[in-house]
């Protein structure tokens, strides 16, 4: 296992950054994945009995891809510290 100080001599500053900003990026990504998955699957089963549910469908699996958004404000606010 490698502590903090290696880790800074292994990757440096400017390293350690963009590994935090990769983290952020790929959380939030698989997070926003996962909740769609459950979200895509529901909407598509309440369409397929009702038509008219489309658009409640279509802003419900939107809503995750915020999650995404929150990510990058994360990784580069990381970057510009």
Sequence with gaps: M???ATAG???GDAGLKALGAAIAI???????????KDIGSAAI????????????????????????????VVALLINTA
């Design 26 to 36: 790929a959380g939030t990504g698989l997070a926003s994945g996962w909740a769609e």
């Design 45 to 72: 089963g309440a369409m397929a009995e009702n038509e008219a549910l489309f658009g409640k469908g279509l802003i419900l699996t939107v809503i995750p891809e915020t999650i995404v958004i929150f990510g990058l």
């Design 9 to 11: 001599m292994m990757f």
């Design 2 to 4: 490698v502590d903090g």
